[in-house]
């Protein structure tokens, strides 16, 4: 499509024009920890599990009425991709909370551009993801974390669903590192993350694995449809987010 510039009268051809438009944007440059092995290391382990089931388990059991049921569910032995749904900022530390499992996190890029939110989810193993078009290096490099015995995290909205009781569209990845990994995928069900310290009745409820297969969209759905049984939530729109319109 040519977009017409009002202060120029100049007609530029078609080649041209999409050549202008098919251009991406330039990425901001962000901070992060280099894709380093050495970041994942039994230190790494047990300070996550330090904070994830010292600090962050304790903390909410005390402030916010932490409930965890489902654990019997998580296998014994081999690396999970561990998919949420995603509602609070806190739910990060929470997949390790219910799991006790150590992992690595996917994240948007962009959540780097906050310096002081950057360092703390490089602390937490967060690998920062350009979602429309994840890097090669970030996918090879996750894959050799993971055959280390580490799970990998994610949420599987991508993004927090402000809609109060609901989840929003979902995106493949999930299904696409179970895939890659030949991880199983165990859904773990938040609630209540969102509510106020001191208030909040924080519910993590786990589910069964479910494993993966060449069918990405079944899958998801399959994974979607876990996650709104354990959190009682509902499922705004059928329709997956790289299909928006």
């Known amino acids: ?4 510039n009002p202060t120029n009268t100049e007609t530029k051809s078609p080649a041209t024009a999409e050549v202008a438009t098919a251009a991406p944007p330039a990425k901001r440059p962000i901070k992060c920890q280099p894709l380093d092995m050495k970041r994942f290391t039994p230190h790494r382990i047990r300070m996550q599990m330090l904070v994830g089931r010292g600090l962050m388990e304790n903390w909410h059991r005390i402030f916010n009425h932490l409930e965890v049921t489902g654990r019997e569910n998580i296998p014994a032995e081999g690396s999970l991709v561990i998919v949420g749904n995603h509602i609070s900022h806190q739910d990060p530390p929470l997949l390790t909370v219910a799991t006790h499992r150590h992992m690595v996190f996917m994240a948007k890029r962009e959540l ?3 310096r002081p939110l950057g360092m703390w989810i490089d602390f937490l193993g967060a690998l920062p993801l350009t979602r429309e078009k994840p890097e090669l290096s970030t996918l090879r490099f996750m894959k050799q ?8 995290g994610m949420f599987i909205e991508g993004t927090r669903c402000k809609v109060p009781n609901s989840m929003g569209r979902p995106h493949l990845g999930a299904a696409y590192f179970a895939k890659v990994t030949k991880s199983n995928i165990l859904p773990v069900g ?4 969102n509510e106020k310290t001191g208030k909040a009745h924080i519910k993590l409820r786990i589910g069964k694995p479910i494993p993966y297969s060449d069918d990405l969209e079944k899958t998801t759905w399959e994974t979607m449809d876990a996650l709104a049984e354990l959190t009682g939530f509902t499922i705004l729109e059928r329709k997956l987010a790289e299909k928006a319109e």
């Open 190 to 193: 938040i609630i209540g993350s």
């Open 1 to 4: 499509m040519t977009i017409e």
């Open 145 to 152: 974390v993971m055959k280390t015995g580490w799970s990998l």
């Open 112 to 114: 780097w551009y906050f």
